[in-house]
């Protein structure tokens, strides 16, 4: 069975460009979650996508937005990209709901130049 | 801030020796989570207690939470060369999982 796959791998920005990420679930996972993992920072949770609707959302700015397609794939879309965004970005899928671990992807390293 | 804190931030110690890591939180939760983290890549899941259990073990691996004093802890037996990574704990708000700071585990061969 295919894990959480993450693309692409590492992206080179320049401050003020769109960045876009993409994650496919594990099969049979509905619910998509996007977490950045800055230096020194740890976690921190950004979007929950379930059935295609957003559940919740963390503390961060509306340039941060994304959506989930109907094969329950997920977009991560940061725009008017900044220097302290440079992170690793880290999505992850489970069965519906948040009472399940999640199964994580090997991440998104962004760096803004 | 932070709803779940891990300590030690770091451990050091020797093949074969037990490892145990803390975590404190703020609120209810649903359960408790132990994720592992190898060298900044994706998180693995470990192990998942919930709110109305004690104790739970799973290989080498035993969870205890104690919801009245809002604790989780993870105690590594045996610990390999292998287990170095950094270990999170996550608590389940219901609508979202929040991570702890994490310990970082260097075990020496």
């Known amino acids: 069975e295919a894990g959480v796959t993450q693309s692409p791998t590492h992206l080179i920005k320049t401050r003020g460009q769109q960045a876009t990420l993409r994650c496919s679930p594990i099969?049979?996972?509905?619910?998509v979650y996007w977490y950045q993992q800055a230096l020194g920072l740890g976690l921190q949770f950004l979007l929950w996508?379930?059935?295609?609707?957003?559940?919740n959302r963390g503390n961060f700015p509306p340039r941060f937005s994304g959506r989930q397609f109907p094969n329950y794939s997920s977009e991560l879309n940061v725009n008017a990209l900044e220097l302290e965004d440079s992170a690793l970005y880290l999505c992850?899928?489970?069965?519906?709901?948040?009472?399940?671990?999640?199964?994580f992807g090997s991440g998104t390293r962004l760096t803004v130049v | 801030s932070q709803q779940g804190e891990e300590d030690p931030q770091a451990l050091s110690i020797q093949e074969g020796e037990n490892a145990t890591m803390n975590c404190s939180y703020k609120?209810?939760?649903?359960?408790l989570q132990w994720y592992r983290q190898n060298s900044g890549r994706g998180l693995v899941h470990l192990i998942l207690?919930?709110?109305?259990?004690r104790e739970k073990h799973s290989g080498r691996l035993r969870v205890t939470l104690d919801t009245s004093k809002k604790s989780s802890s993870l105690l590594i037996t045996a610990s390999r060369a292998a287990d170095t990574a950094s270990y999170f704990c996550?608590?389940?708000?219901?609508?979202?999982?929040?991570f702890g700071t994490g310990t970082r585990l260097q075990v020496f061969p």
């Open positions: 992850a899928s489970s069965v519906s709901g948040t009472g399940y671990g999640y199964t």
């Open positions: 099969s049979g996972h509905t619910s």
């Open positions: 996508y379930d059935e295609g609707e957003e559940r």
């Open positions: 609120t209810s939760i649903n359960n």
């Open positions: 207690i919930r709110s109305n259990e």
């Open positions: 996550a608590t389940d708000l219901t609508d979202k999982l929040i």
